[in-house]
Nanobody, 121 residues
Framework: VQLVESGGDSVQAGGSLRLSCAAS????????MGWFRQVTGEERKWVAA???????RYDDSVKGRFTISKDNAKNTLYLEMNSLKPDDTAMYYC????????????????WGQGTQVTVSS
């Protein structure tokens, strides 16, 4: 299983980005996906999840600004990020879980290598 994120960039506060996560060796349909982010020196923090039934969940810090979605036909996960703030600056990771909603870090998950988002004020 390989997950590859893309779309990270440097933007100004208030801007938008769309992150993508393409998978090989893994089918998004019927599985749980999510995004985490990590600032250097800090723990990884959960951002958003999309469950196998398509239901979505968000951390309060991004609710109303970020949207998680997936295209099963393309086997691609997305994170649409609007109204970006400097506090959103982090490495963003795509996560796949065959059994549980992606809310916490646990063994058995698949992780991508990350894509960097930098938001300047």
């Amino acid at each position: 299983v390989q997950l590859v994120e893309s779309g990270g960039d440097s933007v100004q506060a208030g801007g938008s980005l769309r992150l993508s996560c393409a998978a090989s060796g893994y089918t998004y349909s019927g599985n749980c996906m999510g995004w985490f982010r990590q600032v250097t020196g800090e723990e990884r923090k959960w951002v958003a999840a999309i469950d196998r039934d398509g239901s979505t969940r968000y951390d309060d810090s991004v609710k109303g600004r970020f949207t998680i979605s997936k295209d099963n036909a393309k086997n691609t996960l997305y994170l649409e990020m609007n109204s970006l703030k400097p506090d959103d600056t982090a490495m963003y990771y795509c996560v796949a879980d065959r059994y549980f909603s992606v809310r916490v870090v646990r063994s058995g998950q698949y992780w991508g290598q990350g894509t960097q988002v930098t938001v300047s004020s």
